[in-house]
């Protein structure tokens, strides 16, 4: 399965690219001198967020044609993308299962292009990725579409930081061929000019259980600093 049917038709991600780069910076220091955790920064952008040591990330070669699928060939410059897997072996196929008993964490810098800088809002950052909003959630039903159900919203929270910095978080849950998946996004802009994005998931038993390690992953996304 896609996410093409679900983002907004309307939303930020027509003609937006994804490119994968490097640059990982890695710290984080633990009472017994073992990094508990690993920063994950695109400098250009001065963002930046933290994964726990054990978590492992998705190669370039693993992550472009997993990109290629949800979004179509794509080629662009100045975005960035990143992705960590808490499973031992880490599969781009996880990026949008339902199923997953670990966490898996992705993180977008994009910039926007003249034409989609405009109609950027709370509501097309809450529906980036799936139908959050109401609206969503009906054009969603209208459509005849049935695979998604079960929707459930456990956090709607804006966010302001400076530099402009402004967005949401939302929790939320939806159901998919009998397997239920928490997703915990945020997701912010700066001045209408470019998307910040960080994601974390997994089953509802697991997002419970991990509970600790993905509020330290999504409390960490730091912008501009």
Avoid at 10 to 36: D, K, M, Q, T
Wanted: hydrophobic residues 40%; glycine residues 8%; contains cysteine.
């Amino acid at each position: 399965m896609t996410n093409r049917a679900f983002r907004s038709r309307r939303g930020i991600v027509e003609g937006l690219a994804l490119l994968v780069v490097a640059g990982l910076a890695l710290a984080g220091l633990s009472a017994c001198g073992a990094p508990s955790f690993k920063y994950v920064a695109d400098s250009p952008n001065s963002t930046y967020y933290k994964v726990p040591a054990g978590w492992n990330p998705l190669s370039n070669a693993t992550l472009t044609p997993v990109i290629q699928n949800v979004l179509g060939n794509l080629d662009g410059a100045g975005t960035w993308y990143t992705a960590y897997d808490a499973n031992k072996t880490p599969s781009g196929s996880d990026f949008l299962s339902f199923s997953l008993t670990k966490p898996f964490v992705a993180a977008e810098v994009i910039p926007l292009p003249p034409s989609t800088s405009d109609i950027v809002s709370y509501n097309t950052m809450r529906d980036f990725m799936w139908p959050v909003t109401a609206t969503a959630r009906q054009n969603l039903a209208a459509s005849g579409n049935t695979l998604l159900s079960n929707f459930g919203q456990f956090r709607d929270a804006t966010i302001t930081a400076k530099g402009g910095v402004h967005g949401v978080r939302e929790t939320f849950q939806y159901t998919y061929r009998n397997a239920t998946d928490v997703w915990d996004e945020i997701l912010t802009n700066a001045d209408q000019t470019i998307v910040y994005f960080l994601v974390a998931h997994c089953t509802e038993v697991c997002y419970a259980q991990n509970l600790n390690d993905i509020n330290t992953v999504m409390s960490s996304f730091t912008i501009g600093s």
